[in-house]
């Protein structure tokens, strides 16, 4: 059983992408979270192949892991990281996980083009991932898009400071083990 202190580390290669799962919640099966991202990596390939692609070319490995958001971009390794119990969700479908990977692979597309960290615009380049995410919703049936272009078009209304807010990932770490920490001990109560 894997635990924060053991947990279960697993390698594949799904879509032409390197995966890595590190899996610290005995509640929740590497075999299923890995079976949710090749199901959103084949909406990908399916709809819009050429972001595929890009991520083939852009990033090095998705790295799923515990993490205070549903993913992110870590630029130091070229590795996006999905969340690892958001992939475990069974109340949404793949769609929402694909948009999240999709849009953390535009801003692997982004330092793929060289454009400097210090002198990016993040409201913008967010945009620009939120502008992706619609487009990948529209190309989708309609059964499945409409979450991703819900919270696409809602995100593209937001001011600057909304879409690209400033945070504080000691105190996001500290609240998402706070959670984890409660949900062992419902668990074993």
Do not use: K
Not at 19 to 37: G, K, S
Not at 105 to 122: L, N
Not at 128 to 134: D, F, G, V
Not at 155 to 160: K, M, R, V, Y
């Amino acid at each position: 059983m894997p635990s924060p202190a053991d947990p279960e580390l697993f390698a594949t290669m799904l879509h032409g992408v390197p995966v890595q799962v590190v899996n610290t919640r005995d509640d929740i099966a590497t075999h299923d979270v890995l079976e949710r991202l090749n199901d959103a990596l084949a909406l990908i390939a399916a709809h819009q192949p050429w972001r595929l692609h890009h991520l083939q070319r852009d990033v090095t490995a998705i790295r799923v892991e515990r993490f205070p958001c549903r993913g992110a971009y870590d630029p130091s390794r070229r590795e996006i990281i999905t969340e690892l119990t958001f992939l475990a969700r069974r109340d949404i479908t793949a769609a929402p996980v694909a948009s999240s990977i999709l849009h953390e692979g535009v801003h692997a597309r982004v330092e793929a083009f060289g454009v400097r960290r210090a002198g990016r615009d993040s409201a913008r380049e967010e945009r620009l991932c939120r502008r992706a995410e619609l487009a990948f919703g529209e190309a989708l049936p309609p059964e499945l898009g409409a979450p991703v272009i819900e919270r696409a078009r809602a995100s593209l209304g937001l001011a600057d400071a909304e879409v690209a807010p400033v945070i504080d990932w000691q105190e996001a770490a500290r609240r998402q083990d706070a959670l984890d920490q409660a949900a062992r001990t419902d668990r074993f109560a």
